[in-house]
């Protein structure tokens, strides 16, 4: 065993010790995933018992299928009939706005058709702290 006498000794030991820790970083977090929230069902019918020309009533289910928790999750969505008119556009209120791993929240949005609506196209915008995922849905009027 090394027997330390001198000051200048010590300090050159705690100084060798300091930059193992600082290359080593034994206390080093182990870096997770990201979150990855996408839509897992989305959910349209038309309705006529509110407006004579017919209502679509939308409900989007967006899940968590990332390692980490997603923060901030907002959803905006754009529908337009098949002339391009824009139907609805807007953010959607959803149940929750942080999304641990496997964890699933929803959404509803509702808007009146015009009268020679056959096909309604939604763009579905999905946001997070760290990313975003954008979807496309039709509605087929009957």
Partial sequence: MVKLKTFDTILLLILILL??????NPFKQVAKGKADVEIISFDDRVSYKLCKNGTVNAEIWIKNVGDATAYNI????RSRNQDGIVLFDGTVHITSKVLRPNETCTGFFYFNLMKNDTKI??????????GRSIHSEMTLIL
């Fill in 121 to 130: 196209f939604h763009t579905i915008e999905i946001t997070w702290n760290s």
């Fill in 19 to 24: 930059v193992f820790l600082w290359v080593a």
């Fill in 74 to 77: 907002t959803c905006y969505v």
